[in-house]
């Protein structure tokens, strides 16, 4: 358990933890996250946890904390969830990386640009996601897509001189990599810490999504986003798997219809985000550039190269298998 963990969390961690209790017992679970509430993620993690009211008659009351508000960044919900400090949590996967290189499978550069291909990758990893979870007392409830990421920025970037020394946030160590082949100047930076960067200079673009910039109102700081379908990644809702144990059965078979119920509304949500998302940073006067000179992209893709290589080697065999499998599912 972490020490700086706050009392009442601790509290909430015992009450799970114990199991469903006396019958008719109400449990409180808190979900943390760095996301917003319109997010893909936020609008799945607020549709779980209505769904968790109305499956278990008010029996399970999940409380989502947005916006890193209940003092988790990313990478520590890992630990929560394993610990008990918090029975689950949403999650961007990148920072899970420190925990198993297997985590940045969805983030590959340029391997997944669609929705529909981030579903068949999705498919591809699940069993290694489960496997990696399961080692850490977790279980994963479900998934749910980020749009393909691009270039938020405070001027046009569409031309390879333009890459140059650009102080641009990366969300891992892949990007981190990847661009600063691109001779790019990135930093990795937790959703939490890109708007004060922005604020006072520390960066002047961001690679993330559309959706990710909305939900953090980019467009009122930054005047440019250029589509280069880096990659669509994921975020995850995780469990304790003490807390799923000692459920009862009707309340895990709730659990699990409101998990696969909110997941598929996000996943089709999907299909038509990007296009509404920028109509949105249209209206917010924004230039939205969705085809960039293909030098450009033919260039960031060879940049790329390095930091995939460097990933195969760690990640061994488990990721070649499941590599070879979405090639299969994508036919190509």
């Known amino acids: 358990m972490k020490l700086n963990l706050v009392t009442s969390l601790s509290a909430v961690a015992v009450v ?32 779980f946890a209505e769904l968790m009211k109305q499956k278990t008659s008010g029996q399970i009351d999940v409380t989502v904390h947005f916006g890193g508000s209940l003092g988790y960044k990313t990478k520590d919900q890992y630990d929560a969830v394993t610990d008990g400090a ?10 899970f990386i420190g925990f198993d290189p297997i985590w940045q499978l969805s983030a590959l550069p340029f391997l997944a640009r669609t929705i529909d291909e981030a579903f068949k990758l999705y498919g591809s990893s699940r069993p290694a996601y ?20 691009g270039i938020w920025a405070k001027d046009t970037i569409t031309t390879v001189d333009k890459l140059k020394n650009l102080k641009i946030r990366t969300y891992d160590p892949l990007g981190l990599m990847t661009f600063k082949a691109a001779g790019a ?18 960066i002047s ?31 995850v809702v995780h469990m304790n798997k003490d807390v799923w144990g000692k459920l009862a059965a ?83």
């Open 16 to 47: 799970a933890l114990l199991g469903t209790g006396p019958a008719g017992a109400q449990m409180r679970w808190d979900l943390p996250t760095e996301q917003r509430p319109t997010t893909l993620s936020g609008i799945g993690n607020i549709k």
């Open 86 to 95: 918090v029975p689950l949590a949403d999650s961007y996967t990148g920072p």
């Open 130 to 149: 489960e496997e990696i979870l399961g080692k850490s007392n977790q279980i994963l409830l479900y998934a749910t897509p980020w749009p393909a990421s």
């Open 185 to 202: 100047a990135p930093i990795t930076l937790t959703f939490a810490d890109v708007v004060p960067q922005i604020s006072t200079g520390g």
């Open 205 to 235: 673009a961001v690679l993330t999504s559309a959706d990710g910039g909305i939900g953090s109102k980019f467009h009122e700081m930054l005047s440019h986003f250029i589509e280069i379908n880096y990659a669509a990644p994921l975020s």
């Open 250 to 332: 009707n309340h895990q078979k709730a659990t699990r219809e409101a998990s696969e119920e909110s997941a598929a509304l996000v996943w089709e949500a999907a299909k038509t985000r990007v296009q509404e998302n920028y109509a949105v940073m249209r209206k917010a006067n924004m230039t939205v550039i969705e085809n960039p000179p293909a030098e450009l992209l033919t260039f960031l893709e060879k940049s790329a190269q390095g930091a995939i290589d460097e990933w195969r080697g760690k990640v061994g065999t488990r990721g070649d298998k499941v590599l070879v499998d979405y090639r299969k599912r994508i036919g190509r």
